[in-house]
């Protein structure tokens, strides 16, 4: 497997996990990964604790790994603020949009990604 050049971190706290249903977008998103050549190996999911945009849940950041870059270690609040790529209130239809466009092709999808 090739090293992940992105991160989808999808929120987990109470208000997502719990009142939106996160543990669903974590696994369509693993499902759309694993059965799509461009997205295997280069993309991988993990939870985090809580962006703290409870209201427009569910969230999900899609972060860009550098070489150095542990995808299992959760961003600094700085990557968050700086990179495009916090997509807030995400159903199905945006997550395969999300997985096509900004993880397969490199270009985030700016009718849906917000201001972090």
């Known amino acids: 497997m090739s090293k ?13 996990g719990v009142m939106h249903g996160s543990e669903r977008l974590v696994a369509l998103a693993e499902r759309i990964i694993a059965r799509e050549p461009g997205l295997a ?16 849940g569910p969230n999900m950041f899609v972060q860009p790994l550098g ?15 700086r990179e495009r790529g916090f997509y807030p209130g995400m159903d199905e239809t945006k997550l395969e949009r999300v997985l096509t466009q900004h993880c397969g092709r490199g270009e985030v ?4 990604v917000d201001d972090y």
Request: overall charge negative; hydrophobic content about 20%.
């Open 41 to 56: 190996g280069t993309t991988v999911v993990r939870n985090y604790t809580c962006f703290g945009r409870c209201d427009d």
């Open 67 to 81: 070489p150095g870059d542990d995808p299992d270690r959760d961003p600094e609040f700085e990557v968050l603020e």
């Open 4 to 16: 992940p050049r992105y991160c989808l971190r999808v929120c987990d706290g109470p208000s997502c």
């Open 109 to 112: 999808v700016d009718d849906l």
